[in-house]
């Protein structure tokens, strides 16, 4: 074959347009660290997190005040998957396929194939993070949100929780499953209805801008929880527990309460927590920031239904990193080897080809993990 990796730029670049316009949710809702530098499996990466100085009043003067020095934070995210699609052509099957341009649309396809797989993986690892981290959780379990025709209750009720939790206010992110996004388009009437919501976006494209202040998002990624088998578990401390107590011990019940599983307590029926740690030694630990009202010794607990976690958060509250995957010191047996960066998403691929016996191999990878940084900053709307 005489194609190299620069004589692919059009094919690769075909490809990646195509799969970057396809709907993500947490991809482009969360913060991101993305670079084509190198990360092994199971390495950690440190990623920058810059904040402006504190708000000080104008004062006129020959020189501004001296300020706004800040300290960089970072937080430290674990490479938890290096993955590559591949791609693979022997002499018999190019042959069988017909003229170059015939070759080259079909690799394009497959190229864009392997972007959507990686694509799709980490928005799972993402969606995923953002239930297992989620402070509280507003809604009905079982029941899909904004079901009730001119009622948007549902996302005024996760951002009283980020508000309660001392969220902050700007760039705040919705991202729904489909089931949510397709009650908004068909029942929420003010929103499609041009001369209410002010804007025709909804009614022609199906999506609206910004909800109560939430970013609005769909994503495919949204995976519905089974809960645990835990039942009749009680607390068990002689004192009881005070507001902002997380590692809660049980006793007398039976069964299992898993991580994401959603829990109430008799004493405190408003609130809907999230466990972060699975029960496991007679305690779980609940999430960040813990109990909102004082529980007494053997007060009942009560796992909720399976549900569908859809996720409300402040972008800095959950990090993605993505790398290139690992290479040996002085290369492998790749041919060649180019990076090809999503401007949409910011995203970076790896592309590679090895030249094997008659027949030739590429390969598209990445390597990425995933962090939920700020529990408080993530509330869960379930369906």
Same mark, same amino acid.
């Given at each position: 074959?005489?194609?190299? %990796?620069?004589?692919?730029?059009?094919? *690769?670049?075909?490809? *990646?347009?195509? /799969?970057?316009?396809?709907?993500?949710?947490?991809?482009?809702?969360?913060?991101?660290?993305?670079?084509?530098?190198?990360?092994?499996?199971?390495?950690? /990466?440190?990623?920058?997190?810059?904040?402006?100085?504190?708000?000080?009043?104008?004062?006129?003067?020959?020189?501004?005040?001296?300020?706004?020095?800040?300290?960089?934070?970072? /937080?430290?995210?674990?490479?938890?998957?290096?993955?590559?699609?591949?791609?693979?052509?022997?002499?018999?099957?190019? !042959? #069988?396929?017909?003229?170059?341009?015939?070759?080259? &649309?079909?690799?394009?396809?497959?190229?864009?194939? @392997?972007?959507?797989?990686?694509?799709?993986?980490?928005? /799972?690892?993402?969606?995923?993070?953002?239930? +297992?981290?989620?402070?509280?959780?507003?809604?009905?379990?079982?029941?899909?949100?904004? @079901?009730?025709?001119?009622?948007?209750?549902?996302?005024?009720?996760?951002? &009283?929780? %980020?508000?309660?939790?001392?969220?902050?206010?700007?760039? +705040?992110? %919705?991202?729904?499953?489909?089931?949510?996004?397709?009650?908004? &388009?068909? !029942?929420?009437?003010?929103?499609?209805?041009?001369?209410?919501?002010?804007?025709?976006?909804?009614?022609?494209? #199906?999506?609206?801008?910004?909800?109560?202040?939430?970013?609005?998002?769909?994503?495919?990624?949204?995976?519905? =929880?089974?809960?645990?088998?835990?039942?009749?578990?009680?607390?068990?401390?002689?004192?009881?527990?005070?507001?902002?107590?997380?590692?809660?011990?049980?006793?007398? #019940?039976?069964?299992?309460? %898993?991580?994401?599983?959603?829990?109430?307590?008799?004493?405190?029926?408003?609130?809907?927590?999230?466990?972060?740690?699975? *029960?496991? #030694?007679?305690? +779980?630990?609940?999430?960040?920031?813990?109990?909102?009202?004082?529980?007494?010794?053997?007060?009942? +607990?009560?796992?909720?239904?399976?549900?569908?976690?859809?996720?409300?958060?402040?972008?800095?509250?959950?990090?993605?990193?993505?790398?290139?995957?690992?290479?040996?010191?002085?290369?492998?047996?790749?041919?060649?080897?180019?990076?090809?960066?999503?401007?949409?998403?910011?995203?970076?691929?790896?592309? &590679?080809?090895?030249?094997?016996?008659?027949?030739?191999?590429?390969?598209?990878?990445?390597?990425?993990?995933?962090?939920?940084?700020?529990?408080? =900053?993530?509330?869960?709307?379930?369906?």
């Amino acid at each position: 074959m005489a194609n190299t %990796l620069t004589g692919l730029i059009p094919t *690769l670049y075909e490809a *990646l347009n195509r /799969v970057s316009r396809e709907m993500v949710g947490f991809i482009p809702a969360v913060t991101r660290d993305s670079n084509a530098e190198r990360a092994a499996l199971n390495q950690t /990466v440190r990623s920058p997190i810059g904040e402006a100085g504190a708000l000080e009043d104008v004062t006129a003067g020959t020189n501004p005040a001296n300020s706004g020095d800040t300290t960089v934070s970072y /937080v430290d995210v674990t490479i938890t998957k290096s993955k590559v699609a591949p791609i693979r052509w022997n002499g018999e099957e190019q !042959k #069988g396929v017909g003229s170059t341009g015939v070759f080259n &649309r079909v690799l394009a396809d497959q190229f864009t194939d @392997g972007m959507r797989k990686l694509i799709n993986a980490i928005e /799972v690892d993402l969606a995923l993070e953002a239930k +297992l981290t989620a402070s509280r959780a507003y809604g009905s379990a079982g029941t899909a949100p904004f @079901g009730t025709a001119g009622d948007l209750s549902d996302v005024a009720g996760v951002l &009283r929780i %980020l508000e309660d939790n001392g969220a902050p206010k700007e760039d +705040l992110q %919705l991202v729904l499953g489909s089931a949510a996004i397709a009650n908004l &388009r068909g !029942k929420q009437s003010v929103l499609f209805k041009v001369n209410e919501a002010g804007s025709s976006d909804m009614l022609r494209n #199906g999506m609206t801008d910004r909800l109560q202040g939430f970013a609005l998002r769909n994503s495919g990624g949204i995976v519905a =929880h089974t809960k645990g088998t835990g039942a009749s578990y009680q607390t068990n401390l002689v004192a009881g527990y005070a507001i902002g107590d997380k590692g809660i011990a049980l006793d007398t #019940g039976t069964g299992t309460v %898993l991580a994401g599983d959603i829990v109430t307590f008799a004493a405190d029926g408003n609130n809907k927590y999230v466990v972060g740690s699975a *029960l496991s #030694g007679g305690s +779980l630990v609940l999430n960040a920031p813990g109990l909102r009202a004082a529980v007494p010794d053997n007060n009942a +607990l009560t796992v909720g239904n399976n549900y569908t976690p859809n996720a409300a958060f402040a972008r800095s509250a959950i990090v993605l990193a993505t790398r290139a995957p690992a290479v040996p010191e002085g290369g492998d047996s790749a041919d060649d080897a180019m990076m090809i960066t999503d401007p949409i998403t910011g995203l970076t691929f790896e592309v &590679r080809v090895y030249r094997q016996y008659r027949q030739v191999k590429y390969e598209i990878g990445m390597a990425w993990g995933v962090r939920g940084v700020k529990s408080e =900053h993530i509330a869960l709307l379930i369906g």
